[in-house]
């Protein structure tokens, strides 16, 4: 028996967000090792500028494989910010569980103390704006675990909803 309203957007959204989750925890374990070893921050840039490519890849799977090759662009935009939402309630507990027991402040201190070596090089008007962004740090510093959690979900959401745009635009394909 075939019908012809559309498959739901929301398990194979929810399947590719734990995928995308999954790769922006392995990711993220490369932002602290980078500090030690500088290839890992290499290889962490690298991945996050992958996650738009996968993204897209995730979407045009889901338009082949669910919508029978033919997806709108509000269909592929929702699919798509749904998928990052997911990917980002994830992911948040993987830095929770980070920030809480495994961090202990060492990303912090690693930024305080590149910000002063790049303070230390410059004079003038560099310098001050390195002394505002260590005041912006700081206050970025004295936050709790959970609200620092909360603070990378919001961003991750926010930056999700915004690559969804484009890839909407990419993905959509209407029947012939």
């Known amino acids: 028996m075939t019908t012809d309203r559309p498959v739901s957007i929301q398990e194979p959204s929810m399947r590719f967000g734990t995928y995308m989750g999954i790769f922006w925890m392995f990711k993220f374990i490369f932002l602290p090792l980078g500090f030690s070893i500088p290839l890992l921050q290499l290889f962490f840039i690298l991945c996050t500028l992958f996650v738009p490519i996968l993204g897209y890849l995730y979407a045009r799977k889901f338009r082949n494989t669910y919508c029978e090759g033919t997806i709108s662009f509000s269909r592929a935009f929702l699919f798509t910010a749904c998928m990052y939402i997911f990917a980002a309630m994830l992911t948040a507990v993987g830095h929770y569980i980070y920030f809480q027991f495994i961090d202990q402040g060492f990303l912090m201190d690693m930024y305080r103390q590149q910000l002063n070596e790049a ?4 004079q003038g008007e560099l ?4 002394d505002q962004i260590m005041i912006a740090f700081d206050t970025v510093a004295a936050l709790t675990p959970i609200q620092l959690t909360f603070q990378l979900i919001t961003q991750n959401v926010f930056y999700g909803i915004l690559l969804s745009l484009p890839t909407g635009l990419l993905v959509m394909r209407y029947k012939k």
């Open 119 to 122: 303070k230390a090089m410059v």
């Open 127 to 130: 310098a001050t704006s390195i």
